[in-house]
C-alpha cells in the first residue's frame, strides 16, 4: 500500500530565502506525481505535476524534482514572499489507486 | 482559466440526514472524484468515475454514499445517513485522463452534528 511522507511538517523561513520540501512514497512505482498548495480552509490549487519518465517540472519560481528509483520528490521554492504562506501537499498516483497524498508540510514566510 | 466549482461551500446537518454534494467539473474532462479532508489528518480518496460508472472506490465508500452525474455537467456526492465522524472538508476534482493532472474544487465543509 502507497504511503507518503513530507518533511518538515511545518517549516518558518524569512521572506527571500530559497527553501526545499521534501516528499517520500514507499512505492517507486509511479505514474506521476502531483504538488499542490492548499490556503487554511480552502482548496487545492495544483502547483506542478512530474510524470515518471521526467525529472523535474518548473513554473516560475517553483522547481519540483523527482527521483522514482529511491522513492523522493523535492519542491523548491525560490526568493520566498509572504504570499507563499500556505501547506504544501504531495500526491502520487500509482495506476490502481488515485491519489494517495502526504500530510503536508505548512510554510510561514516571514516579511 | 476552467475550474472545477462546488457548492454549497458550508452544510450543516443533523446526524441521521441525508445531505448531496454538488459539484460541477471542469467541462471537458472525463474523470471525476470525490476525496475527503478530515480536520488535520491527509486528503483522502473516496471514489472515482468514469464513463458514467463507479471506477475504483475505497473502503470509506460504503453503502452510505453514492454518486451520480445526473446530467451532462453536474457530479454529486449523497451521504444517505449522515455520522457525526462524517464531518469533514470533501473535495471534487475532475481530470482529462486517469493519470493527467487533477484539478480539484475549493471544497465543501459538511459539519454532522
Not at chain 1, 33 to 59: A, N, V
Not at chain 2, 12 to 24: A, D, F, S
Request: glycine share 6%; charged share 20%; proline share 4%.
Amino acid at each position: 500500500k502507497q504511503e507518503v511522507t513530507q518533511i518538515p511538517a511545518a517549516l518558518s523561513v524569512p521572506e527571500g530565502e530559497n527553501l526545499v520540501l521534501n516528499c517520500s512514497f514507499t512505492d517507486s512505482a509511479i505514474y506521476n506525481l502531483q504538488w499542490f498548495r492548499q490556503d487554511p480552509g480552502k482548496g487545492l490549487t495544483s502547483l506542478l505535476l512530474i510524470q515518471s519518465s521526467q525529472r523535474e517540472q518548473t513554473s516560475g519560481r517553483l522547481n519540483a524534482s523527482l527521483d522514482k528509483s529511491s522513492g523522493r520528490s523535492t519542491l523548491y521554492i525560490a526568493a520566498s514572499q509572504p504570499g507563499d504562506s500556505a501547506t504544501y501537499l504531495c500526491a502520487v498516483y500509482s495506476g490502481n489507486t488515485p491519489l494517495v497524498f502526504g500530510k503536508g508540510t505548512r510554510l510561514s514566510v516571514i516579511a | 482559466e476552467p475550474e472545477v466549482t462546488q457548492t454549497p461551500s458550508h452544510q450543516v446537518t443533523q446526524m441521521g440526514q441525508e445531505v448531496i454534494l454538488r459539484c460541477v467539473p471542469i467541462s471537458n474532462h472525463l474523470y471525476f472524484y470525490w476525496y475527503r479532508q478530515i480536520l488535520g489528518q491527509k486528503v483522502e480518496f473516496l471514489v472515482s468515475f468514469y464513463n458514467n460508472e463507479i471506477s475504483e472506490k475505497s473502503e470509506i465508500f460504503d453503502d452510505q454514499f453514492s454518486v451520480e452525474r445526473p446530467d451532462g455537467s453536474n457530479f454529486t456526492l449523497k451521504i444517505r445517513s449522515t455520522k457525526l465522524e462524517d464531518s469533514a472538508m470533501y473535495f471534487c476534482a475532475s481530470s482529462l485522463a486517469a493519470n493527467t493532472e487533477a484539478f480539484f474544487g475549493q471544497g465543501t465543509r459538511l459539519t454532522v452534528v
